[in-house]
């Protein structure tokens, strides 16, 4: 079945550094991707996102590029911010349906 | 535009007793779909509702039921509660119109009823 499969962390970086949080998928055709975050007690937010291949989705610094031949879509940013302290979801979309496939979640804490 | 809101946002209950979690969209969205989060399986996808109708549902035991109004609100029910069913139930609209895919927009998420079973 489609499944995501992204590092579990936690990831504890120090404020300025540069971030990656690998996912990768399987899927049967050619999903949509997605970067969701969730910050404590609260619901997640979609934060970046890739529809088809070799799309690179952007938002706050944030990108991931849709690499179809490595079935992966790393989320990456150059320099972050204790604010950006969160747990980070990569998921996956099949075109016609509504169900969204979630990795386990990434705890990311930046400290000053 | 007010996001979506799910009541409660917390609340206890005892093995073996049901619960009622409630979602309202954003005004105008009519698609709602449900997901359990859990420290152990992550965010299972629990089912969908467009137009009143059930259109997908995930891999949940039939103790887990839900079912959607006529303004779009959404509700899901428990029944029989177990301690695994402790969770965030997180409840998501997007604006899908009728004759259009499924999957064509964003899924806005809620806040999250936090249930826990005793």
């Known amino acids: 079945g489609n499944s995501v499969t992204q590092m579990e962390g936690p990831v504890t970086l120090s404020e300025e550094a540069f971030l990656t949080i690998n996912c990768t998928y399987t899927?049967?055709?050619?999903?949509?991707l997605f970067w969701y975050v969730q910050y404590p007690g609260e619901g997640l937010q979609l934060l970046l996102k890739?529809?088809?291949?070799?799309d690179k989705g952007s938002n706050k610094g944030f990108e991931a590029t849709y690499r179809k031949e490595t079935t992966s879509f790393h989320l990456e940013k150059g320099s972050v911010q204790v604010s950006d302290s969160a747990v980070y979801f990569c998921?996956?979309?099949?075109?016609?349906?509504?169900?969204?496939?979630f990795g386990k979640g990434t705890k990311l804490t930046v400290n000053p | 535009k007010a996001g979506v809101t799910q009541t409660p946002r917390y609340l206890i209950k005892t093995r073996g007793q049901q619960v009622t979690l409630s979602c309202s969209p954003i005004?105008?969205?009519?698609?709602v779909s449900w997901y359990q989060q859990t420290p152990g399986q992550g965010l299972q996808f629990l089912f969908e509702?467009?137009?009143?109708?059930?259109?997908n549902k995930g891999n949940f035991p039939g103790r887990f039921s839900g079912r959607q109004f006529s303004n779009s609100r959404s509700e899901m029910n428990v029944s029989t509660l177990e301690l695994g069913d402790s969770a965030l139930y997180l409840c998501?609209?997007?604006?899908?119109?009728?004759?259009?895919?499924?999957?064509?927009?964003?899924?806005?998420f809620g806040p999250g009823t936090r249930l826990t079973v005793t």
């Open positions: 005004s105008g969205h009519r698609s």
């Open positions: 899927a049967t055709g050619y999903p949509s």
């Open positions: 998921a996956q979309r099949q075109g016609g349906s509504e169900k969204l496939v």
């Open positions: 509702y467009f137009s009143e109708t059930q259109r």
């Open positions: 998501a609209s997007s604006p899908r119109l009728a004759g259009e895919p499924a999957g064509s927009y964003e899924q806005y």
């Open positions: 890739a529809t088809k291949a070799d």
